[in-house]
């Protein structure tokens, strides 16, 4: 598949068009044409230009060679495993009980970043924050204080790349970013190729990466927020371990379930083909510590990821501790489980065995998970 | 420039023959004249309009064509002579009033008619002929073949008008009303205009009497009657002539400006002593014996006219009554294909249809000599495409509604109608508008659209529609929207002017055509009292106006209102200086290394960016721009600066 001829219109027709866009903002804000709004990345004239379409290559749903891009940011081919390249996975909770009691889990997001920007390696954070009433939204945070704002999860697809792009070229200092699987994706390919007429990717010195089994379609699943809560009163949205099998909103004073069916409804469609649950191309992949309460599983994948976990450990701002194997296999279980059903899905959708869509893998890894 | 109104008969003046109508109707001591601007017609109440103070007449710019005829008549009806003017669609939207006019008849003063076509649409939303409306409605209609007869004809149809009782008309096309011609000017009436409304009318003129009203069918027997009448006078007008030989190889019928053209194809063929040139300036009802007596001049006729085939057919069935022993000439014409049946003519035309009809080869100029003149005239033509003044406020208005639609993502549709934001159809507009009829048709189109709701429609509908054509054809359809709860919204393009047709006054400007100041008509004011949401917008401010809209399309409930207020940028640039000075930033621009892919010139198209090729930066006609200083808010590497200038 050649990448060097392609622009927007292909971008539609081979991915937004087809239901494979995940919002991740990488096309959009970096031109004039492609913008975010209400769910959607619109289109609002035709670009003509052929020669430079960034917007279509960093797309994380258009050709990803999986060994190139993992040469690039682990200097080794693509591990053909369950959850990608890691130097060691943990589990932790911040010391903190101010974020504690903020974060989702454990807190590890806000503990990581923060001490990130306490220590200069970054000078703000490109978040997800969850505005009053309750839209997300990309945010640039400069301060602890707003790093705080923006714990805990939403749930939906939210395009922090848009913002990303948004920064004036010149002016970018060194960012961090913490993101979806597929947000990841698209950064590992721009570190891979680096985009031209933006902030340079090399700015971006931290990206956090989070566990991700699907994401909901912010404006449909917003809708339907709306018409059973008082938005502006939720504080927090959060899926409790199996077997509860629900979806729980917290307000100020009382909690509301909807049935996680009723909620997977609003999942976007195109989670059914991503392969990454762990956001392999990740300095450190964070998400829930299966079966333990108050807990994130840390995964630390690169030198950059290694020397921040040690200085959180150090500076005791982290509380760590082994992850018991079974929740380790467990999560290998299920990061392979995820990638077999969406190769599965991606075969079904292109009606051939040979046309993986946007997924470029070994031909030996490809076999093992189609088996 | 000579004023309509001079006195000084027995001199030649040079006329436009819009000025050449209106002197006619001065001449004739017309007291009331009422218009709607519109090409190609303007000229003859702006005229009117400049002299009505000195010359004691009443001059005024109506909200439109059918509220001008009507007035006209009122004039008409207190015995004072009146005028109503229009261009071609002008008459469609009068036509119910003429239909029940003709039947009751005019008052006292003359009441004239003048119906401007624009053949070729050069500047108007479609190509019609108006001369067989005079025939559908029975309207005694006359056109002028030259300026001279673009004056006599008009004094003559007020003399006509009330002599039948009955409204009469004057067909004129773009190439009269808009051309300049010598005029021997007539002498100016002295007499003070004196109005008084009869209660008690002579037959002829069935107005209230003190009987009962006459019945319709019986008005229509008196109408035909008066149009027997008119065809008994016009066998003997001097604006109907042959000339030619008395057996003539060919005879051309023509009339209007088509008869220069014939004159001068005729004289390019040198074929004075073999082609007769049958004149008509007196077409509805057509002078059949006169017809009839110069039909046996040619074996062979050639029509030559524009648009429809009206003299054709008008002759044909007087030659299918003739009797069975009469010789039967070959027609040639629109239905024989040697006259185009659509568009304008001119002498070449008609050149190449003698000569095809005679077998002649005629060779006007060398082909190779043509094509290379052809060649060096287009060379001296910049590369230009129909667009938006720089700085119009058009421009910026589409660019919201594209993106406010494009961010919707639901398949906004906007209709448009008539206007300089017609030109919203094509790059100008960046292709928005999707619908295009008469004035008023967008917000009517939208009436519908707005109401399939029930039948799974979704995409948001905006209606533009220009200030003049606000007041002039929409309100109805405002009204029934917001009764019937059709949702759409009514995007008012208001540039505080009807522009494309000369900077008329309209009832939101405050000032008469004739100078006076007087109460403006405030739309918003109008459209909130009707119960609309109502939003004023300044389309130069393009993030809000975009996020207005947005939140417009996307709210529930029935028609409502944006109006999108900047003064029309000539008019602007007539009073005061430029804003700002606007440059680009050669440092900032990047050209062709910025991804915007060249939004500037390639996407937004103000004729003030140009794009320089040396260099492969945008740049800043300085000679075109007018410092709107929009552009600064599209460049993506903010390369355009705007300096309070």
Request: with cysteine.
């Amino acid at each position: 598949m050649s990448r060097n001829a392609k622009g927007c219109k292909e971008l539609f027709e081979e991915v937004i068009d087809v239901g494979l866009c995940t919002l991740c903002g990488a096309c959009a804000g970096g031109c004039p044409y492609l913008v975010y709004y209400k769910g959607r990345i619109a289109l609002l004239d035709n670009c003509a230009r052929m020669d430079d379409a960034q917007c279509y290559e960093y797309c994380p749903r258009t050709y990803l060679d999986m060994n190139e891009i993992s040469q690039k940011i682990f200097g080794m081919p693509y591990d053909d495993g369950e959850i990608g390249t890691t130097q060691e996975v943990l589990m932790a909770r911040s010391t903190d009980s101010v974020i504690r009691g903020k974060a989702q889990y454990g807190g590890v997001v806000t503990t990581l970043l923060s001490l990130a920007l306490t220590e200069g390696f970054i000078g703000g954070a490109i978040l997800t924050k969850t505005s009053d009433d309750k839209t997300p939204s990309p945010f640039l945070a400069q301060t602890v204080d707003e790093m705080l704002q923006c714990s805990g999860s939403s749930y939906m697809a939210c395009p922090v790349l848009e913002r990303y792009n948004q920064i004036p070229k010149d002016t970018g200092g060194k960012l961090g970013l913490v993101a979806m699987p597929c947000q990841v994706l698209a950064v590992a390919k721009m570190k891979a190729h680096p985009p031209q007429n933006r902030v340079s990717i090399n700015n971006v010195r931290l990206v956090i990466g989070l566990f991700c089994t699907w994401a909901l379609s912010p404006d449909k699943f917003y809708q339907f927020l709306e018409e059973h809560l008082d938005l502006s009163k939720v504080k927090k949205f959060d899926i409790p371990p199996p077997p509860a099998n629900r979806f729980d909103v917290f307000t100020t004073s009382d909690r509301t379930s909807f049935p996680l069916e009723q909620v997977g409804k609003f999942t976007m469609p195109t989670c059914a083909y991503c392969l990454d649950m762990t956001s392999e191309f990740a300095d450190i992949s964070v998400g829930a510590a299966e079966g333990i309460e108050g807990w994130n599983t840390v995964i630390v994948r690169t030198d950059t990821g290694a020397k921040l976990m040690k200085m959180a450990r150090q500076k005791g701002k982290l509380q760590v501790d082994t992850l018991p194997p079974a929740s380790l296999a467990h999560l290998k279980e299920a990061s392979l489980l995820k990638k077999k059903r969406a190769l599965k899905e991606i075969v079904k959708k292109s009606g051939d065995m040979n046309n993986l869509l946007y997924v470029g893998l070994s031909p030996r890894f490809t076999e093992k998970l189609l088996a | 420039m000579t004023s309509i109104d001079i006195d000084a008969p027995g001199t030649s003046q040079l006329l436009v023959g819009n000025e050449a109508i209106a002197r006619g109707a001065l001449e004739a001591g017309v007291g009331f004249a009422a218009a709607y601007p519109g090409t190609p017609s303007s000229e003859i109440l702006g005229s009117l309009a400049q002299v009505a103070k000195n010359a004691g007449i009443y001059a005024e710019w109506s909200i439109n064509e059918m509220v001008a005829m009507e007035a006209a008549a009122g004039a008409s009806f207190a015995g004072i002579r009146a005028l109503a003017a229009m261009k071609q669609n002008g008459i469609n939207v009068v036509s119910d009033f003429l239909a029940n006019l003709v039947m009751s008849g005019i008052g006292k003063g003359g009441l004239v008619l003048v119906s401007c076509d624009d053949p070729s649409a050069i500047s108007s939303s479609n190509e019609q002929d108006t001369r067989p409306i005079a025939q559908w409605l029975d309207i005694p209609l006359v056109e002028p073949g030259d300026f001279q007869e673009a004056k006599d004809m008009t004094k003559w149809l007020f003399d006509l008008a009330e002599e039948l009782g009955t409204l009469c008309m004057l067909r004129s096309v773009t190439r009269i009303a808009h051309a300049r011609g010598n005029v021997k000017l007539g002498k100016l009436p002295k007499k003070q205009h004196k109005a008084h409304f009869d209660q008690v009318h002579d037959l002829k003129n069935v107005m209230p009497t003190t009987l009962m009203p006459v019945p319709s069918s019986l008005r229509h027997y008196f109408l035909h009657v008066k149009i027997d009448k008119a065809r008994e006078k016009f066998e003997s007008s001097s604006f109907n002539r042959y000339v030619g030989p008395d057996k003539a190889d060919l005879m051309v019928i023509t009339s209007g400006n088509c008869w220069l053209y014939s004159q001068d194809a005729v004289k390019a063929l040198g074929l004075e002593n073999r082609v007769g040139i049958l004149k008509l300036g007196t077409l509805w009802p057509m002078p059949e014996k006169f017809i009839r007596k110069h039909l046996g001049n040619s074996q062979k006729i050639l029509f030559v006219e524009e648009i429809d085939p009206f003299l054709e057919r008008s002759v044909m069935e007087i030659v299918a009554n003739l009797p069975s022993s009469s010789p039967r000439p070959t027609f040639y014409g629109k239905r024989s294909g040697h006259i185009n049946a659509y568009g304008e003519l001119n002498p070449n035309m008609v050149i190449k249809a003698i000569s095809n009809i005679l077998l002649l080869t005629y060779q006007p100029r060398d082909v190779e000599y043509s094509k290379k003149a052809e060649a060096s005239a287009k060379s001296n033509v910049p590369e230009r495409s129909m667009t938006f003044c720089a700085g119009c406020p058009h421009r910026a208005t589409f660019w919201t509604i594209k993106n406010a639609i494009k961010l919707d993502g639901r398949g906004g549709i906007v209709t448009g109608d008539i206007g300089c934001y017609s030109m919203g159809l094509g790059p100008a507009g960046f292709f928005q508008v999707r619908t295009m009829h008469c004035m008023g048709a967008g917000a009517g189109v939208a009436n519908g659209l707005g109401k399939l709701g029930q039948f799974g429609f979704d995409q948001p509908v905006l209606a533009v529609v220009g200030d003049s054509t606000f007041y002039h054809a929409t309100i109805p359809a405002l009204i029934n929207g917001i009764y019937n709860q059709s949702k759409f919204i009514l995007v008012i393009l208001d540039n505080s002017a009807t522009a494309m047709t000369g900077f008329q006054p309209h009832p939101g400007t405050g000032i008469t055509a004739m100078g006076e100041p007087t109460q403006a008509i405030s739309m918003e004011a109008l459209c909130r009292s009707l119960g609309a949401r109502v939003e004023i917008c300044d389309p130069f401010d393009l993030k809000s106006t975009t996020a207005t809209l947005l939140e417009m399309m996307s709210e529930g409930g029935g028609a409502k209102v944006a109006i999108m207020r900047r003064q029309c940028e000539l008019l602007r640039a007539k009073k005061e200086k430029p804003p700002y000075r606007v440059y680009v930033d050669t440092e900032k621009c990047i050209g062709e290394a910025c991804g915007c892919d060249r939004l500037c010139t390639r996407v937004f198209l103000c004729p003030g960016l140009t794009w320089d090729k040396k260099v492969g930066k945008s740049k800043i006609d300085e000679v075109i721009c007018n410092g709107c200083g929009v552009c600064v808010d599209i460049c993506p590497q903010g390369a355009i600066v705007r300096e309070a200038a």
